[in-house]
């Protein structure tokens, strides 16, 4: 009885905290983040809409990231897009001024992406409970249901970059080594530790139905090749790409 | 005579406004999803050519542009430059744009190439 007793008045105790931890999360995405980044969803419907985000939306967060690699982010933030969440307000056109001969020959980055993201960096625990707040935002469980990534299909590295490059052409937007690959996608050398693999799966196979307008087009990926780009994402994450440099 | 002059105003604006309007969907398509590998300008020199073996497409280039047909375009946008004996670095955009949308498409991409021959009455097909 003493023992239930005890039980009962910890508990009361502790949940005002469990609340608090709670609420911490959700209050600062209501009040810090949601200037920026959509919460509520709908994602833009239209192109004028798209081009209107300021940065990415999280009202899919727990459908989206791995927790622990929110915790991280949100205290050390950095670049995900080289080019930016909204490409057209961060390339320029050649330029004009260069000698064609020796300058370059093509439409460059300017602007904001230039200079390391200027983004909020949370304290460790504020970052936890952030991350906690996020997680459950899953209102997308349906296009995720049954994606079960297929661990058997694994790929060497060397495969995968051919997947990647030569046979659905991924490189020509995204970044598969810091500086090695295009600009406007996401860096996919940290997507396998930042997403899901449900997630990558389900993206990867019809990125309009998470983004109606987004600008990644369906690459019709045979399933046994999807579930082979996701692996090599995972095993493309491990790889410690600061060594090299 | 006020309700015969109000509806022939109003169906000349249509006429009028109708393709101004799809002209501006197609722009801003064209900026949004083709301009990232073809360049702001369309001349083939995306911000992504630096990662690409193969050089997008130059559709300012009218004498190679007036070798191809409308039906050839519309494919390698709709099934990707695979369907044209081009590069997998095409994607197909079938599933991110419409029919109309890929028609308006092939519209914006002969201004950018061959406004002369439009203006001139080729029929590109």
Same mark, same amino acid.
């Given at each position: 009885?003493k023992r239930?007793? &005890?039980?009962?008045?910890l508990?009361?105790?502790?949940?005002?905290?469990l609340?608090?931890?709670?609420?911490?999360?959700?209050?600062?995405?209501?009040?810090?983040?949601?200037?920026?980044?959509?919460?509520?969803?709908? +994602?833009?419907?239209?192109? !004028?809409?798209?081009? !209107? #985000?300021?940065?990415p939306d999280?009202? @899919?967060?727990?459908?989206?990231f #791995? #927790? =622990?690699?929110?915790?991280?982010?949100?205290?050390?933030?950095?670049?995900?897009?080289?080019?930016?969440v909204? @490409?057209?307000?961060?390339?320029?056109?050649?330029? %004009?001024?260069?000698?064609?001969?020796?300058?370059?020959? @093509?439409?460059?980055?300017?602007g904001?992406v230039?200079?390391?993201?200027?983004h909020? %960096?949370?304290? !460790?625990?504020?970052?936890?409970?952030?991350?906690? +707040?996020?997680?459950?935002? %899953?209102? /997308?469980?349906? &296009?995720? +249901? =049954?994606?079960?990534?297929?661990?058997?299909?694994?790929?060497?590295?060397? %495969?995968?970059?051919? &997947?990647?490059?030569?046979? @659905?052409?991924?490189?020509?937007? /995204?970044q598969?080594?810091?500086?090695? =690959?295009g600009y406007?996608g996401?860096?996919?050398?940290?997507?396998?530790?930042?997403?899901?693999?449900?997630?990558?799966l389900?993206?990867?196979k019809?990125?309009?139905?998470w983004?109606? !307008?987004?600008?990644?087009p369906?690459?019709?990926?045979k399933?046994?090749?999807?579930?082979?780009?996701?692996?090599?994402?995972?095993?493309?994450?491990k790889?410690?790409?600061?060594?090299?440099? | 005579m006020?309700l015969?002059?109000?509806?022939?105003v $109003?169906?000349?604006?249509?006429?009028?406004? $109708?393709? *101004?309007?799809?002209?501006?969907?197609a722009?801003?398509?064209y900026k949004?999803?083709?301009?990232?590998?073809?360049g702001?300008?369309?001349q083939?020199?995306?911000?992504?050519?630096? *990662?690409?073996n193969?050089?997008?497409?130059?559709?300012?280039?009218n004498?190679y542009?007036?070798?191809?047909t409308n $039906?050839?375009?519309?494919?390698?946008?709709k099934?990707?430059?695979?369907?044209?004996?081009?590069?997998?670095k095409?994607?197909?955009?079938?599933?991110?744009?419409?029919?109309?949308?890929?028609?308006?498409l092939?519209?914006?991409?002969r201004?950018?190439?061959?406004?002369?021959?439009?203006?001139?009455?080729?029929n590109?097909?």
């Open positions: 009885m239930f007793l &005890l039980l009962a008045i508990s009361v105790a502790m949940s005002p905290a609340a608090s931890a709670g609420d911490m999360g959700a209050n600062i995405l209501n009040q810090r983040c949601s200037t920026c980044h959509n919460l509520t969803g709908p +994602a833009p419907q239209t192109i !004028k809409d798209l081009w !209107k #985000r300021d940065a999280l009202f @899919y967060a727990g459908n989206k #791995r #927790r =622990g690699w929110l915790v991280e982010w949100l205290q050390k933030p950095v670049r995900i897009r080289p080019a930016g909204n @490409y057209l307000r961060t390339i320029n056109s050649t330029p %004009k001024n260069l000698d064609p001969k020796k300058g370059q020959k @093509y439409d460059v980055l300017w904001s230039l200079k390391p993201l200027q909020l %960096k949370l304290k !460790k625990e504020e970052a936890e409970a952030v991350a906690d +707040a996020l997680m459950e935002l %899953k209102p /997308h469980d349906d &296009l995720i +249901a =049954g994606m079960m990534l297929d661990k058997s299909q694994q790929v060497s590295l060397e %495969k995968g970059e051919v &997947l990647i490059d030569k046979v @659905y052409g991924c490189f020509s937007c /995204h598969i080594e810091p500086g090695f =690959g406007t996401s860096e996919l050398y940290t997507a396998g530790a930042r997403l899901q693999p449900a997630f990558m389900s993206y990867i019809r990125p309009k139905n983004d109606p !307008k987004i600008w990644m369906n690459g019709n990926v399933p046994d090749d999807l579930e082979k780009i996701v692996n090599y994402l995972i095993l493309l994450s790889e410690d790409f600061n060594a090299s440099n | 006020r015969t002059s109000m509806i022939f $109003t169906a000349a604006l249509m006429l009028i406004a $109708t393709p *101004a309007l799809h002209a501006e969907e722009y801003l398509n949004s999803y083709c301009m990232q590998c073809h702001m300008h369309g083939g020199d995306g911000v992504n050519v630096p *990662a690409m193969v050089r997008p497409r130059d559709h300012s280039d004498k542009m007036m070798t191809r $039906t050839e375009i519309y494919k390698a946008i099934f990707g430059g695979p369907a044209v004996n081009k590069s997998v095409m994607p197909a955009w079938g599933d991110t744009f419409t029919e109309e949308e890929i028609h308006q092939v519209g914006h991409i201004t950018l190439c061959c406004e002369r021959e439009i203006i001139r009455g080729v590109f097909k």
